[in-house]
C-alpha cells in the first residue's frame, strides 16, 4: 500500500489542523468547561444535515488527544472501516505515513436508524489521535439493508488524513459518532493500522 497515491480530482490538498475537533467531543458537563462550549457543539451539529456531502476534501492531520478530557460514551457496533486508500481493509494495513491517506468508511446509530452528525476517526494505540470524517454522499444500500433503515444509506464517511506526525506503531481504529443533541458514541471497527 505505501505506493499508492490518493486521487486527487476534486480535492483540495492542504493540511487543517483540528482546532474544532476538543469542543465538538464534550458531550457532558464539566465545571472546567463553560456551557457555551457545549451549546456551540451541539448547534454545530445539529446545523450539519446528514445528506450533505464533501464539496471539497482536504487533508486533516491527526491531533492528540488526552482520554481523560472525554466523558464516557456509550458503545455501538455500527460503523466500519472498508477502505484504505481504496483497497478493503481485512485486519490490518501497513500504511505510507509521507503521503495523504483516504479512510471510508460508514457509521450510524443502529439502534436509532439515524445517521451521526459528526465523525471522528480516532487511533488508538503508542498514543490517541484523532481526525473529523465527512460525508461520503455515496449511498450506502448495503448498510441500509442490513441495519433496516432507509435512512441509514447515507451512513457513508470519508477523511483524507496525514499521518506525517504519527508516532510509528500499531493503532486500533474506533470511530467516534456524535448525534445532533450532543450524545457521543464509540465504535470498534476491528481494523488496525501500523504506521511505519
Known sequence: MSGRRIRSGG????????VALGPLLATCRREAEPPDVLALAAARARRQ????????????AFEFRDPSLDCPAATTTSCAL???????TTGIAKINHTAPVRLEGWAA???AKQVPNIVIVELLGPARLLAPATRSGDRRNDVAEALKADALAMSGYVALTSFRDVKPGEYRV???QIDAAGNAMSCDTHQRIVVP
Open 174 to 176: 474506533a470511530i467516534r
Open 109 to 111: 446509530d443502529g439502534a
Open 11 to 18: 480535492f483540495r490538498a492542504r493540511v487543517l489542523p483540528i
Open 82 to 88: 472498508d477502505a484504505i486508500d481504496g483497497v478493503r
Open 49 to 60: 444535515e446528514p445528506s450533505e456531502a464533501p464539496s471539497q476534501l482536504a487533508i486533516v
